[in-house]
């Protein structure tokens, strides 16, 4: 008993100087100077972050405001109208698809309702849309058909010709800012309850007992990313991502998270939760469509399902909830066993969070995949989309407005079409020439369809994919022309010689295709055709037809080069031109734009229309803030256009691309093929009365593609002629001025009836031979029937 006392009293002893010493440390300690100096800085510290809280905490809240759907309107932007009209063809103008686009109804009984349609081998019925815009009540219309092609178009009941009439411009979309985003903005109340608690679900199940912050998810997140070893999982709630993405940039640093936080309890505070989640599900990005940024569950749901939010079954409403963890990792269009399985994922929360009964949930997670996107042509027409922005800023001379309405010259079937044939057409060559995929440049290539008539632009491609180059080549590469330029020297020579003027050219004119050199500042130059054979005398019409390079330079010798330059300018060429021969072959560098409307020029008569792509821009309040008013002028002669259309259309039937003809286009059509040295480019621009579409097809850093625009271009261009050029397209038609006469090719005088080879060949009304042919006959009768009238 008296050893356990002394025991006791020897630890009290123990501990009582253990605790005299501690005293007299911590003593000692507190009255260290340095250590007096720290505490009071940490305290400074402290009280100036929570008094820079404290501001930026007021900050937000007077400042922070979450978005609402009207006030933030989207700019939108439409397609331009389709005229119905008579001689339209429904194969090529694919009117039942048009009508699809547009959500008309095909039905079998007599059309009851706007949107319905009906369709028979004798007529098109159809019950159009109301156009407000236009003030257009919702009308009945009947398309008398004969053998495809309309013949008259009937207001209906009472059956009389109506003019004009068109079809509603198709919406692209509505557009947010300079990153392309989409969205339609759903009010909570319409959103379906199994989407709410599906994102709630796999987002943030407390969001309705939280402050903002979740600090049980903050914990968990920071124990499951220690154990993993990584950052596996995050604490973020909605409020928080909802503030990320709209007040901060995306970097993850300690700083933007405190902010977040800070955000997310202003919010709490200064909204309700319904206007909250309201804004995150509208907000929330998505994922992509082509170039296109796809935030809200609505587009959400319009982009990968081709649905309304009320459409949508449970699986697909779990999809989209799925999307928000990783939306370009488990997008449906991207990898579809991914989506899947992160579907499943939010399916199995719902069940287990009782949202979903077992039976539900089994018929859900057991049900296929249907991904349906919609058909629209925001994702295959981006390059377009960047054209009309920048027009409608120059036009209206301010940045744009939220809420503009923008009426555009684009077809949507069309510009379909040449984004599908560029695709199809590099990937063909590709495999047909394995060289062309041997480097980390991808091949490249444009398109541009234009109307001649008006400058519209139907269709635009400036290269392979949007989301790997935005550059645009249709518009702002400037690439040597080759041959393209070729038509323009025989162009200003017929115009020369329609005045009189040397060197007094017609298509029947021989040119000699024999060796030459010219002198010239940089010494002399011996110009070689593309095979290095040369023919003998040759007629115009041959010349171009076969693009021989030594007529050509022979030809712009003898009218001058500034003729051409004039000439080539008239016709909108804006780039700079170099005042040689060269200009013969193709040597300044110009836009795909440019050249495909110096066509167009020419196949429009001679009258060039400055080309656009946007018809009509006004403000949220209907506003005409622009309108188009065509720039035109009569370029070149109807006379001399004509002309070169004429051996255009020789190129087609057994010149360069004859290989067009062999392919069934029967057509009227005309066009020229490129090819410039180093085969570094190709090209091919072609067009019909109607219709001019040009193609471009090369390497950005100008490799050589070793490929003439006979087998690079043209079969692009072929691709997209099939599709939206009549298989019978109307024939060219002579202006006032221009006659025909059969000569003979090889004398280039009238034939007579002792020639063995005769050709009609057109020419400006007081070019045309006099002579009737002096080898092979006197042409006696000829000139009987010439004089009596009847030749």
Known sequence: MAACRREVQSLSLFWSDMLHKMSTFLNRLFRSPWLIRAGLLLCGVVLFLTAGLGVYGAYLATFLELPRGEDHPPLRLYTAPFQLTPGLSMKTARLPERLQRLGYRAVSDPVALP?????????????????????????????????????????????????????????????????????????????????????????????????????????????????????????????????????????????????????????????????????????IYLGQ??????????????????????????????????????????????????????????????????YLAEEEWNRAVNRPVRVVPPDDVLADAPYFVDTVLKQVEEAIGTPLPEGLRIDSTLDPLVQQAAAEALENGLAKLERVYPALKGSEQLLQGAVLVLEPSTGAILALVGGRDYRVSQFNRAVQAHRQAGSLFKPFVYLAAFEASRGGHEPHLTPASLIADEPVTFESENGTWSPQNYDHQFRGNVTARSALEQSLNVPAVRVAKAVGTQPILDVIRQLGVTTALPNDLSVALGSPTVSLLDMSSAYGAIANGGIWVRPTSLRTASDREGTALWNVSPDRRQAVSPQGAYLVTSLLEGVISRGTAMKAKVLDLTGAIAGKTGTTDGYRDAWFIGYSADVVIGVWVGFDDERSIRLTGTQAALPIWIDIAKRIVPAHAPPFVPPTGVIVRAIDPKTEQLATSQCPEQVDEVFIEGTEPTVYCEVHGSGIWERLRHTFGFS
């Open 289 to 354: 469509a082509g170039f296109v940024s796809i935030y809200g569950v609505g587009e959400a749901s319009h982009r990968y399902f081709g649905k309304s939010l009320a459409e949508l079954t449970t699986g697909e409403i779990a999809m989209i909830a799925g999307l928000i963890k990783g939306p370009n990792t488990y997008a449906p269009t991207k990898n579809l066993a991914l989506a899947q399985q992160r579907r499943d994922v939010v399916l199995r929360l719902l069940r287990d969070q009782g």
């Open 115 to 283: 949107g319905d349609y009906q369709l028979t081998a004798q007529s098109l019925t159809i019950y159009l849309h109301a156009q407000p815009e236009n003030l257009t009540k919702a009308s009945v219309v009947t398309l008398e058909l004969d053998q495809g092609v309309v013949t008259q178009v009937l207001s209906e009941p009472d059956q009389s010709p109506i003019f004009p009439v068109f079809l509603e411009p198709e919406l692209i979309s509505g557009l947010r800012g300079a990153s392309r985003q989409v969205r339609e903005w759903i009010p909570l109340a319409q959103m379906p309850s199994r989407m709410i608690d599906a994102v709630l679900a796999v987002e943030d199940r407390r969001f309705y007992s939280h402050i903002g912050i979740d600090p049980i998810a903050i914990g968990r997140a920071i124990w499951r990313n220690l154990t993993k070893g990584g950052v596996v999982q995050g604490g973020s709630t909605i409020t928080q991502q909802l503030a990320k993405n709209l007040f901060y940039s995306p970097r993850r640093t300690f700083v933007r998270k405190v902010k977040e936080g800070l955000a997310a309890v202003v919010l709490e505070t200064k909204y309700r939760k319904q206007d909250i989640l309201e804004s995150y599900l509208n907000e």
